[in-house]
């Protein structure tokens, strides 16, 4: 036994630095194996952040095509088009600083939300003189029909004062409220001295067959849907400036 002992104990002894040797080269092994493990989990969190970045670029390309407003077609000047009434043309209106009592000017701001049947007014008025609100409105509405950037919006119409109106007259405005397939429009409908026939002026605008079939009209200024009706006629009275 004990000569089997030394023998071993020689043997361990003879093959010691080829033990240690062969135990450095198992730790670099296993340090490289433990170094390609970890670089193979690098590369496909790599593959995976490149793979996520490809789809973020597309999806935002996207919406760069598609536009802030998701409708493209918003932007096709056709009239057969289902949304060329929902395009907001940019502002091209010129005003100097005469001033007679030949025309009138109706200003209207309005806030809307595409996909919804909801508006807000925000400001409507009639304009004889061309004072410093009127041409406060009227640099607010270019300002946000040119930006293309807001869901608030305005339009401006220049009439014949066949009436003969004078500043402070009080009149009857009435606006017309309608969804454009994306979105709550406004159009001008007419000025008057006196108060409309509801069912009279409904008819007329229902045998036109613009705005829809149906209708009702409004006196408050603070409604803000059409409420499933094809067209709401906004009634208001203003006093002319």
Known sequence: MAEFTNSNSADSNNE??????????????????????????????????????????????????????????LYEDNPNNPFYKCKIDTLNYDTDEEENDNYLRVL????????????????????????????????????????????TTGIIEKINNSMNFKVNDNIHLYLIVYYDNAKCNIDFYGIFNQELDED????NIIDEK?????????????????????????HNCLTIE
Do not use: C, M
Not at 108 to 126: A, M, R, T
Not at 215 to 230: D, E, F, L, P, V
């Open 108 to 151: 209207v701001v309005w806030n809307y939300e595409f996909n919804y049947d909801y508006f807000h007014l925000n400001n409507n008025k009639v304009f004889i003189t061309k004072n410093q609100s009127f041409h406060s409105i009227l640099n607010e509405i270019s300002s946000l029909r040119n930006s293309g950037n807001s869901h």
């Open 16 to 73: 010691s630095p080829l033990n240690n040797s062969t135990t450095e080269n198992l730790s670099e092994e296993n340090i490289e194996t433990d170094y390609n493990n970890n670089g193979e989990q690098e590369n496909i969190a790599n593959l995976v952040n490149e793979d996520n970045q490809q789809l973020n670029n597309e999806q935002q390309n996207a919406n760069n095509q598609i536009g802030p407003d998701h409708y493209t077609q």
């Open 210 to 234: 613009v705005y829809g079939d149906n209708g009702k009209i409004a006196h408050s200024i603070y409604i803000t849907s059409t409420g499933g009706n094809g067209f709401l006629l906004i």
């Open 200 to 203: 009279k002026v409904l008819k």
